[in-house]
Structures are given as structure tokens and as C-alpha cells.
């Protein structure tokens, strides 16, 4: 690269900055391109109130690259929009339905995550085979045990705190798939809750 395409690169990056910090040296963060792609169409689903869902916005991922945004900026950032989305979904149905056919289907929900957790520990989950990684399972119990302690006794629980729940792996793990499910269904209902 000459010296006219590092200041080309610099004066990009002055006239339009990056919108998240970037990682340095051997670390990994989300590809920039990928990223600012992504929320320019959530954005532009917003305005119009297009098909974009929240669960959309929590599914998203992007390639990782050096030099890219720091994940947790990132992620903090879509937090914020996934719960733009559910308020905006909370809204349309209260709106169209009203108030009691929200709080039912959220009720309805939360009752199908604690029937599937009234399942003894260690077999809430599908395993995976003894040759094959999946969630630790007493990580994972400890983080249902708190999930339902939150809907039926009311203790507290966050979005963010299931959003940032990581497991560590273990051979005939919980399968991964249906952990991340249920997670994501209950994160749905203490949006749908707020």
C-alpha cells in the first residue's frame, strides 16, 4: 500500500468514523461492513415498520475479523435495538387486541418455559452424544433454576443478564440449540413483561 492510500483510508475514516471502537493487534471483533450494513436495515425497518423482529436483531451475527468493532459495543447496541423492536410489537398488539391479549400470551409462554423446566436437573435438555460437545449442564441448570425463580416467584432477572449467559462446553453436553431457545423465549417474555 502506498502512502496515498494509508491517507485516503485515514481521511475515510475521519469524514465518516467508525460508529463502534475497533479492536487492536491479534483480537477479533465484528466485521464493520457486516455490522453497519445490518443496522442500517433495522434502522430503515423501524422507520417503515417493516418485517425485522426482535428475535431477528438477537439472531444476528457477523464474521470476525481483526481490526473489526468490539463485540460488546456491538452487542450493547443491539440490545438497545431488539428492545425497540418488542416495545414496537408490544405496542401494535396492545393496540389492535388490547392490553389482556398481551399479558395472556406472555403468561401463556412463560407457563410452557416453566413446564419444560419442571424437569429434573440434569435432564431439562436434550444431551448430545458422548463424543460430541454441548453446554455444561450444571451451568446451564443454575441459569434455569434462576429463570424459574424469576417467573414464578417474581426474583429478579434481566434481558441482559440471559442475553450475556455463556456456558462452557462439556462431552454429552446439553444440546445447544434447545438451551438457546429457551433463552430466547424467555428473554420474549421479560420483554414482553416490562
Known amino acids: 500500500m502506498n ?3 494509508v491517507l485516503d483510508v485515514e481521511d475515510d475514516e475521519q469524514a465518516n468514523p ?3 471502537s475497533l479492536t487492536r493487534g491479534r483480537t477479533l471483533g465484528y466485521h464493520r461492513a457486516a455490522v453497519d450494513t445490518f443496522l442500517a436495515a433495522a434502522r430503515s425497518a423501524f422507520e417503515a415498520d417493516g ?14 475479523v481483526k481490526g473489526g468493532y468490539v ?10 435495538v431488539e428492545d425497540a423492536f418488542a416495545a414496537r410489537a408490544r405496542e401494535k398488539v396492545v393496540r389492535t387486541q388490547g392490553a389482556g391479549a398481551w399479558v395472556e400470551k406472555a403468561r401463556d409462554d412463560a407457563q410452557v418455559i416453566l413446564d419444560h423446566l419442571a424437569r429434573r436437573k440434569r435432564h431439562r435438555f436434550a444431551r448430545t452424544g458422548m463424543l460430541t460437545f454441548g453446554y455444561r449442564i450444571d ?5 434455569a433454576s434462576r429463570i424459574v425463580r424469576y417467573l ?4 429478579p432477572l434481566s434481558a441482559e443478564q440471559l442475553r450475556s449467559a ?3 462446553m462439556q462431552r454429552g453436553g446439553y444440546r445447544e440449540e434447545q438451551v438457546d431457545a429457551l ?3 424467555t428473554i420474549d417474555v421479560i420483554l414482553a413483561v416490562r
Do not use: I
Open 3 to 5: 502512502s496515498d492510500s
Open 18 to 20: 467508525p460508529a463502534f
Open 51 to 64: 418485517d425485522l423482529s426482535a428475535e431477528d436483531v438477537r439472531t444476528a451475527s457477523f464474521p470476525l
Open 71 to 80: 463485540v460488546a459495543e456491538v452487542d450493547t447496541a443491539l440490545a438497545r
Open 139 to 143: 451451568e446451564v441448570d443454575h441459569v
Open 152 to 155: 414464578r416467584d417474581g426474583e
Open 166 to 168: 455463556a456456558f462452557r
Open 183 to 185: 433463552l430466547d423465549a
